[in-house]
């Protein structure tokens, strides 16, 4: 079986008859961009309307198809459009509340017959049914199916249309070789063409949740094809280098440092050396709750690197956090004699420092996604460190890596991840987690309040100056919304600014230029600035060990982890510290929710958990920064065990090197590009 078996799947939308320019770009709305997206936009209902021979037969309230002969229309100026039909000797209107009279003309021109379907009701003594949901030409009613699927719409789209393009899309389905080696089969499950036939005509309710046989089956194909990636990626890059060191340079670190590791960060180092050390690659992921120290972890480990003859990179998601690492890693590097470098994409002059970069004068840098341009390249690049994994992918990780030879890569993430989500995402990546924190450390204290009560907290607000603490104030806008009406940091900052003075009010905002940032921040850190007004800019990364106060303001709209990552700005010294959550009106159940999980613990490994069943985790083999994974057939939420199982399958046959050179290795490594059609991933994965 060659790949050409898939092309007619990655057909354009286009070269579906009855899809022109505008429904592409309808499609396109729900992510739908080629045929096989179709065949994955699965039903969320089902739509019953048996064929109805006369009125006679019918119930009022009761779903209906009709054949019907339009007579005439009614179309008074501020009653329903009204069109006139009969069905034998009975008469009986479709009524229209908003009223396109030429669509409607159009559609059910007069003295034709037409199959329509919907709720008929009795008004005034009279049939009637309004809107009706499917219009269809009377020719169908001898093959009238009674049951249909119904799909997710977007603006534009009917739902006999979606049912039209995807029937169409279905028919080009190939039949292919099982994948599934028989021992991770389930009896239950049809074939792979046959499981998206049957999902596609659902019967009954219950056809349309996850543990039905054909859905199941699918769930498992993706999962199965996402486990095999990544196994893939991994598999494909296990040749490296040993690098090893006598310790000077970390042991000048730590005194700089000033305080023991704790046990969970020994254990983290032990097991990042011995990766080092061997002639594996190392891609590991260091797992570990805000102010865990996973930085300082990561810092030993490239000190090991330079001693060794080699550099470094370390990769954050923004020029703030870049900022704040740089100055940090200057600091506790300097009586080790290390060379630091700072690159973001607003720098000038950049090319004296990727000459420095490529001679191995810098032996540590530290930038932002400017790291990944073609122009950046290195003399010898040791050792990435990725800060924040879930804003990058597997795409930028190797793209990074390619700068070096068998670069060995250390991943760090202040979110824990739930067991389900670590497969899901980092199924090529060993783990260490770091489950103290650093000694001295208080727990946060949170309180809830709602936004009626911020006269009091402002009254509060002043005490705390008074008494010295550091304040951040944060905001879910930069300014005033017209469509929402919500905190606006700009509004905040002004306000504050009014009570307390200009001197001891900063604002930090994504939409300030670099020097705006550092001045309100070293103003916050060393200076006279008190109160930190900000968006979630100051997310990670920010370090201002004498800040004790957290206040969020519409804190109902923020997700559990980013509430997580926000509070874990305040306690990161000896004092008492607490965090206030101020909430707006009308709040949703699952607003209420979040904030009582954050009340309730400090625990990042529970918030990680509930924050996965009311939000999502991320896609971590794409691009993608928020929402759950780019499944279209699997549910991360509920697909725990048929996650394990495909993770030991990839695990086992790629162990077995037959596997990949079988009928089913071949379909698997075929299929693999329907599912998973990253660049990077392709890459690796082909052949």
């Given at each position: 079986?060659?790949?050409?078996?898939?092309?007619?799947?990655?057909?354009?939308?286009?070269?579906?008859?009855?899809?022109?320019?505008?429904?592409?770009?309808?499609?396109?709305?729900?992510?739908?961009?080629?045929?096989?997206?179709?065949?994955?936009?699965?039903?969320?209902g089902?739509?019953?309307?048996?064929?109805?021979?006369?009125?006679?037969?019918?119930?009022?309230?009761?779903?209906?198809?009709?054949?019907?002969?339009?007579?005439?229309?009614?179309?008074?100026?501020?009653?329903?459009?009204?069109?006139?039909?009969?069905?034998?000797?009975?008469?009986?209107n479709?009524?229209?509340?908003?009223?396109?009279?030429?669509?409607?003309?159009?559609?059910?021109?007069?003295?034709?017959?037409?199959?329509?379907?919907?709720?008929?009701?009795?008004?005034?003594?009279?049939?009637?049914?309004?809107?009706p949901?499917?219009?269809?030409?009377?020719?169908?009613?001898?093959?009238?199916?009674?049951?249909?699927?119904?799909?997710?719409?977007?603006?534009?789209?009917?739902?006999?249309?979606?049912?039209?393009?995807?029937?169409?899309?279905?028919?080009?389905?190939?039949?292919?070789?099982?994948?599934?080696?028989?021992?991770?089969?389930?009896?239950?499950?049809?074939?792979?063409?046959?499981?998206?036939?049957?999902?596609?005509?659902?019967?009954?309710?219950?056809?349309?949740?996850?543990?039905?046989?054909?859905?199941?089956?699918?769930?498992?194909?993706?999962?199965?094809?996402?486990?095999?990636?990544?196994?893939?990626?991994?598999?494909?890059?296990?040749?490296?280098?040993?690098?090893?060191?006598?310790?000077?340079?970390?042991?000048?670190?730590?005194?700089?440092?000033?305080?023991?590791l704790?046990?969970?960060?020994?254990?983290?180092?032990?097991?990042?050396?011995?990766?080092?050390a061997?002639?594996r690659?190392?891609?590991?992921?260091?797992?570990?709750?805000?102010?865990?120290?996973?930085?300082?972890?990561?810092?030993?480990?490239?000190?090991?690197?330079?001693?060794?003859?080699?550099?470094?990179?370390?990769?954050?998601?923004?020029?703030?956090?870049?900022?704040?690492?740089?100055?940090?890693?200057?600091?506790?590097?300097?009586?080790?004699?290390?060379?630091?470098?700072?690159?973001?994409?607003?720098?000038?002059?950049?090319?004296?420092?990727?000459?420095?970069?490529?001679?191995?004068?810098?032996?540590?840098?530290?930038?932002t996604?400017?790291?990944?341009?073609?122009?950046?390249?290195?003399?010898?690049?040791?050792?990435?460190?990725?800060?924040?994994?879930?804003?990058?992918?597997v795409?930028?990780?190797i793209?990074?890596?390619?700068?070096?030879?068998?670069?060995?890569?250390?991943?760090?993430?202040?979110?824990?991840?739930?067991?389900?989500?670590?497969?899901t995402?980092?199924?090529?990546?060993?783990?260490?987690?770091?489950?103290?924190?650093?000694?001295?450390?208080?727990?946060?204290?949170?309180?809830?309040?709602?936004?009626n009560?911020?006269?009091?907290?402002?009254?509060?607000?002043?005490?705390?100056?008074?008494?010295?603490?550091?304040?951040?104030?944060?905001?879910?806008?930069?300014?005033?919304?017209?469509?929402?009406?919500?905190?606006?940091?700009?509004?905040?900052?002004?306000?504050?600014?009014?009570?307390?003075?200009?001197?001891?009010?900063?604002?930090?905002h994504?939409?300030?230029?670099?020097?705006?940032?550092?001045?309100?921040?070293?103003?916050?850190?060393?200076?006279?600035?008190?109160?930190?007004?900000?968006?979630?800019v100051?997310?990670?990364g920010?370090?201002?060990?004498?800040?004790?106060?957290?206040?969020?303001?519409?804190?109902?709209?923020?997700?559990?982890?980013?509430?997580?990552?926000?509070?874990?700005?305040?306690?990161?010294?000896?004092?008492?510290?607490?965090?206030?959550?101020?909430?707006?009106?009308?709040?949703?159940?699952?607003?209420?929710?979040?904030?009582?999980?954050?009340?309730?613990?400090?625990?990042?490994?529970?918030?990680?958990?509930?924050?996965?069943?009311?939000?999502?985790?991320?896609?971590?083999?794409?691009?993608?920064?928020?929402?759950?994974?780019?499944?279209r057939?699997?549910?991360?939420?509920?697909?725990?065990?048929?996650?394990?199982?495909?993770?030991?399958?990839?695990?086992?046959?790629?162990?077995?090197?037959?596997?990949?050179?079988?009928?089913?290795?071949?379909?698997?490594?075929?299929?693999?590009?329907?599912?998973?059609?990253?660049?990077?991933?392709?890459?690796?994965?082909?052949?």
């Open positions: 079986m060659r790949p050409e078996i898939l092309f007619p799947l990655f057909a354009p939308l286009s070269s579906l008859k009855g899809v022109g320019p505008s429904l592409v770009k309808t499609l396109n709305r729900l992510q739908i961009k080629c045929v096989f997206d179709l065949v994955c936009h699965l039903p969320v089902v739509a019953h309307f048996p064929l109805k021979r006369s009125l006679k037969e019918c119930q009022p309230g009761e779903s209906v198809a009709l054949v019907v002969k339009i007579l005439d229309y009614s179309v008074p100026t501020k009653k329903p459009f009204k069109v006139m039909c009969e069905i034998g000797n009975d008469h009986f479709l009524t229209f509340f908003k009223a396109y009279p030429k669509s409607i003309e159009t559609r059910l021109p007069k003295g034709q017959q037409r199959l329509i379907c919907g709720t008929i009701e009795r008004f005034l003594g009279e049939w009637q049914l309004a809107h949901e499917r219009i269809a030409p009377a020719e169908v009613a001898p093959y009238w199916k009674e049951k249909s699927p119904l799909y997710p719409l977007t603006a534009g789209l009917f739902q006999n249309q979606a049912q039209r393009f995807t029937e169409l899309a279905l028919g080009r389905l190939p039949d292919l070789p099982e994948w599934i080696p028989s021992a991770y089969q389930n009896k239950a499950w049809p074939s792979w063409k046959t499981a998206f036939e049957m999902v596609h005509t659902p019967q009954v309710e219950s056809d349309l949740l996850p543990h039905h046989p054909a859905r199941e089956r699918l769930a498992f194909d993706e999962l199965f094809a996402d486990q095999l990636a990544l196994s893939l990626v991994r598999n494909s890059q296990t040749k490296g280098k040993a690098i090893t060191s006598t310790g000077p340079l970390k042991a000048k670190i730590l005194k700089s440092f000033g305080h023991p704790t046990p969970g960060q020994r254990k983290a180092l032990r097991e990042i050396e011995d990766d080092m061997s002639t690659r190392m891609v590991r992921l260091i797992q570990g709750d805000v102010g865990s120290g996973k930085t300082l972890v990561a810092l030993l480990a490239i000190a090991d690197a330079i001693e060794a003859g080699y550099q470094a990179a370390f990769l954050v998601p923004t020029e703030v956090l870049a900022n704040q690492h740089a100055k940090t890693l200057i600091k506790l590097v300097a009586e080790a004699g290390i060379s630091v470098a700072l690159l973001t994409s607003r720098q000038k002059q950049k090319h004296v420092l990727y000459q420095d970069l490529k001679d191995g004068k810098v032996q540590l840098i530290v930038g996604h400017a790291l990944l341009q073609e122009s950046v390249q290195f003399e010898n690049l040791g050792l990435v460190v990725i800060d924040e994994q879930h804003r990058f992918g795409e930028q990780r793209n990074l890596t390619s700068k070096g030879q068998d670069v060995d890569v250390l991943i760090m993430t202040a979110t824990p991840i739930p067991r389900s989500l670590q497969l995402a980092y199924g090529d990546l060993e783990v260490s987690r770091i489950l103290d924190k650093p000694q001295g450390r208080q727990p946060i204290q949170t309180r809830v309040l709602g936004l009560r911020l006269d009091e907290v402002v009254t509060g607000l002043g005490r705390l100056l008074e008494e010295g603490q550091k304040v951040y104030w944060v905001c879910p806008l930069v300014e005033e919304s017209e469509v929402m009406d919500l905190a606006a940091a700009t509004d905040r900052y002004e306000h504050l600014k009014a009570l307390f003075g200009a001197e001891k009010v900063g604002l930090v994504g939409r300030q230029k670099t020097e705006e940032k550092e001045t309100a921040m070293a103003a916050f850190k060393d200076g006279t600035s008190q109160i930190l007004v900000a968006t979630t100051i997310e990670v920010i370090d201002v060990r004498d800040a004790t106060i957290m206040i969020i303001e519409h804190a109902e709209r923020f997700g559990l982890a980013q509430l997580h990552q926000l509070r874990g700005r305040v306690g990161r010294g000896d004092k008492n510290s607490h965090c206030l959550l101020l909430y707006g009106y009308p709040i949703s159940e699952i607003g209420k929710r979040r904030l009582q999980v954050m009340k309730e613990t400090n625990d990042g490994f529970r918030i990680a958990e509930e924050d996965l069943h009311l939000r999502g985790g991320g896609d971590v083999l794409g691009t993608k920064q928020s929402g759950l994974p780019s499944y057939l699997a549910d991360p939420l509920t697909c725990g065990p048929l996650l394990e199982k495909a993770y030991t399958a990839a695990q086992e046959l790629l162990k077995e090197d037959p596997y990949l050179k079988s009928p089913q290795g071949r379909a698997a490594r075929i299929l693999l590009s329907l599912f998973r059609q990253e660049k990077g991933i392709a890459r690796l994965t082909s052949g």
